[in-house]
């Protein structure tokens, strides 16, 4: 009988443990990568992966960028290089009010979260002696570098975690820090609580963003609902597949949503199918062929497929432009 209850509590606790790492998988699932959560409240929201990009083969020929004297410097310093070094980044968009003094310039600003390969001790060194200041909170070094007219603030959280923000309240940065210490509890700006789930699984890259005003492109405003919040993704499986979703305040914003996305697509398929005498690539009418659209109640979802050979051709174009620019 004994041995009968000893094997009977060993089979209760090893279900409880197996349903406690299930439930904590489930709720890690649910919830934004940590990088965003650190993040401040902002107008957008954008975070990449770069760590699955790295491991496919697809990727394995991007063309090396040409470093400027101070970024190669920065290199020497700190033995840090972004392109291959940095695996997650996240990044909070500030945008200026419309009650911006003239002094500001009307310019965004910007917080940012990076993940990567870190050597601590030479990135510290680094800013130690190219900061204009050094502040201390919570046991954290944050580091003041004045950059362009600008003052940024950067603060190593780990060995492998770095806070930037270039806004001028120092209290922003502080709220990073602040959020990494109860890293478990934070649940990160509102954007990313209301609309985390909307993003499809295993996205690489994606943003969100509460639009007020109607957007501009090349210039030109496209008339679209006030009140508009956009939650678009990067997923790669094969090829890479793109998703735009607009969530507006009703059906009748949807549907004007909609219209103009197809006045839009529509003009895209008129140019390609007026190219096609000539030879359109067939990567680029693979693209445009893919993309399609559908409304649901007050939310309106757009999709495409770029083919990976249209990104391969794009990155030779961009390593010959910058071979005739030397």
Do not use: C
Request: no cysteine; aromatic share 8%.
């Amino acid at each position: 009988m004994a041995r009968k209850t000893t094997i009977y509590v060993a089979l209760f606790a090893a279900t409880v443990a197996v349903a406690a790492i299930a439930l904590l998988l489930w709720l890690g699932a649910q919830r934004a990568p940590l990088a965003a959560r650190l993040l401040p409240e902002a107008d957008a929201i954008v975070y990449l992966d770069l760590r699955p990009m790295r491991l496919a083969a697809t990727f394995a020929q991007t063309p090396k960028i040409e470093r400027d004297a101070e970024y190669d410097n920065f290199v020497r310093a700190t033995g840090f290089e972004f392109e291959r070094d940095l695996q997650q980044a996240a990044i909070a968009v500030h945008l200026p009010a419309t009650s911006a003094p003239p002094a500001s310039g009307g310019e965004p600003r910007f917080s940012e979260i990076f993940v990567g390969r870190f050597d601590t001790a030479r990135v510290t060194n680094y800013f130690r002696k190219n900061a204009r200041q050094i502040e201390n909170y919570r046991g954290h070094e944050i580091f003041v570098v004045p950059v362009e007219g600008r003052t940024v603030r950067l603060a190593l959280l780990s060995q492998d975690t770095a806070a930037v923000s270039n806004v001028e309240d120092q209290q922003i940065i502080r709220n990073m820090i602040d959020a990494f210490a109860g890293r478990w509890r934070a649940r990160g700006p509102q954007l990313v609580q209301a609309h985390y789930r909307d993003l499809p699984a295993a996205s690489l890259a994606w943003a969100l963003a509460e639009l007020s005003q109607s957007p501009t492109l090349g210039g030109i405003q496209i008339q679209m609902p006030a009140d508009v919040t956009w939650v678009a993704s990067v997923r790669y499986a094969g090829s890479i597949d793109l998703e735009a979703q607009a969530i507006a305040r009703s059906e009748s914003d949807a549907k004007q949503i909609a219209d103009t996305l197809n006045l839009f697509s529509g003009m895209t398929r008129s140019i390609q199918a007026n190219l096609r005498a000539g030879g359109t690539d067939p990567d680029v009418k693979k693209f445009i062929d893919s993309l399609q659209m559908r409304q649901n109640k007050n939310r309106v979802v757009l999709t495409a497929e770029v083919p990976v050979g249209f990104v391969k051709k794009l990155a030779e174009s961009t390593k010959d432009e910058g071979r005739r620019t030397k």
